[in-house]
Structures are given as C-alpha cells and as structure tokens.
C-alpha cells in the first residue's frame, strides 16, 4: 500500500517558455520554479478493483470507476493504466491543492500515481524519461501542447531552474536556501479557477503564428528569467522582486485572459500592503496568486489579499 507524496510548485519566472517549441523561438528560454509545502498525498491499494478497473477516490468528490476507455479523457486513468496496465487497484487521494489553483496540480497528481505505480511494479525511472511519458500523456488527455515545468520541482524537491534548447531541458538545482525564500514568498489560493491549458493556448498560438506583441512579450519574460536565477544565486531579494515585477508586467500583456481585473484588484492589496512583487502563478487568469515579500510583511499582505479576494481564498504557503 504505497503512500506518495509530491509537492505543488510556484513559478517564479519565466512560465510558458517550457512549452515546445516556444523555447526555441527564444534561444536562452529558462524556468525558474521552488516546490511548495503543500501538493498531491495518496495511498495506492492493489488488488482492491477488478481487473481491468481503477477506482479513484478523493475527498468531497464521488467514486469513480474507471476503465481503458477512459484513458483519453482522464489523467489518473491515462497514468494508471499506462504504469500497471491490468489496472485492479484503487487510488485513494488523501489531500490535493484545489482545482484551478495554478500550481501544476494535475501534472503534481501525476507524478504522485506514476510513483506509486512503479513502486508496486518493482520499477524505477529516471526523472527525465518518467517527464517525458508524463508530458505526453497528459497532452493526450488535454489534446493541447504541455510544457514541464510541473513535474520537477514535484520530483526533485528542490529550487530550480530548468533551461531549454535543442533536445529539450537541461535542470539545474539552485543553490540557494530554501528557508530565505520561503521567508519571503507567500501563495494566496484566490478562489478564483482558472483553466492554465485554455491561457497558455491562447498564448502558444499567437507566438507560432508570429504576432509581434507576443514575440516581443516572451523574450521579455525570458530575459526576466535569466535575471530571476542570477539575483536569486546571489540572495539579492529585491533584485528577486524587481525580476517578478518585470516577468508580470510582460506576461500581463500576453492576452486580455491572463490578468483579469479580479486578480489585479488581489494583487493591487498584496502591493499596496508591502510586498515587492505579485503575479498570478501559473498561466494566469486565476488560481493562486504570488508574493515576494519583506518577512515582516507577510501578516499585512496576507490580510490585505483575503480581504480583497473574498469568501474561497487561502493560504498555500
């Protein structure tokens, strides 16, 4: 009966840019994301399906039973089936972040299922090739282009930056305290979903059509990346904060879908409460917001951004 857990991710910088082959239109595209404390806990339990069938349990959803016809419509049967593919298990979800949230939360519950299906299988993967089948199977289920950045911070459990060029991501692991910079980064869920497949679409196919604004846009955001990794190496917050800021002002002006006004009036609080940067985690449009902060802020910018975002919101981290 394994339990597994992987952990959701923030994105500090340069979001987007891990989807093929955007990357390759901006020649020193990087990502720069840190795991969070909260993410995706379940216990897989052979034997206890039939054959053929997976059950899926999560709290505060009904049962379901799932079988191979589902797998091109459903991420836990894609998975599932594709790791033990006789099925006869079921998977029982302890905690998962909200759906929409805009921390990777179904790539997050992916990567959990595919740990917990090798390990009944006697199997191990590397984290490259387990991202590989991961990405594609969940662009099946999506039928829409599916970056990376999700999966290693899930994996790895550390803060990285992932770069990308011809043959696809080189991972770096930063060197950098994980205790500094969750003492100045807080993630508000706004409550508002959001659906970061249906953004980063609109986005994708305006840059592979060539619209000048968006190609402009994502070398910003690039740019910003890069910056982002230097300030953070050297543990330069407010060079931290300046690169976010900038990332946020390019990615903003994306498409109308990323920042609608009631996620700019959130992040317009966390600002005006003393935080040094917002922006709307993920592809934008809702989900979970977040704050590069002071530490002694935090209580301040946490009230403001409640109190703006209204019944649903909460903190993540």
Request: proline share 8%.
């Amino acid at each position: 009966m394994p339990e597994v857990f992987a952990p959701v991710r923030a994105d500090l910088a340069g979001g987007t840019l891990d989807l093929w082959p955007l990357y390759c239109f901006h020649p020193g595209s990087l990502t720069v994301n840190v795991p969070l404390q909260s993410g995706v806990r379940l216990r897989l339990h052979p034997g206890a399906a039939p054959a053929g069938m997976i059950r899926h349990r999560a709290p505060g959803r009904p049962d379901r039973v799932l079988d191979r016809d589902h797998t091109g419509q459903d991420l836990v049967a894609a998975v599932g089936f594709h790791f033990l593919p006789g099925g006869g298990f079921e998977i029982e979800v302890l905690d998962q972040p909200p759906v929409g949230s805009g921390l990777g939360g179904s790539s997050v519950l992916a990567v959990a299922l595919a740990k917990a299906c090798l390990a009944v299988a006697g199997r191990r993967m590397n984290s490259r090739n387990l991202v590989a089948v991961l990405k594609d199977l969940e662009a099946g289920v999506l039928a829409a282009p599916t970056g990376v950045q999700d999966y290693y911070p899930a994996l790895l459990r550390a803060p990285l930056a992932l770069h990308f060029g011809p043959g696809g991501e080189r991972v770096e692991r930063l060197a950098v305290r994980r205790r500094w910079v969750a003492d100045h980064l807080l993630v508000v869920f706004s409550g508002l979903s959001h659906s970061s497949g249906m953004v980063n679409w609109e986005v994708y196919r305006a840059r592979v059509d060539g619209e000048p604004g968006v190609a402009a846009g994502l070398g910003r955001i690039a740019a910003t990346a890069r910056e982002c990794r230097r300030a953070l190496l050297l543990g330069d917050a407010s060079a931290v904060g300046e690169a976010i800021a900038a990332e946020w002002s390019a990615r903003r002006e994306l498409a109308p879908a990323v920042n609608p006004p009631a996620v700019d009036a959130i992040l317009a609080a966390g600002l005006g409460a003393g935080a040094l940067a917002g922006k709307a985690c993920g592809a934008g449009g809702g989900g979970s917001l977040l704050f590069w902060l002071p530490p002694w802020r935090r209580e301040a910018v946490l009230a403001a951004t409640l109190d703006a975002a209204g019944p649903g919101a909460h903190p993540i981290s």
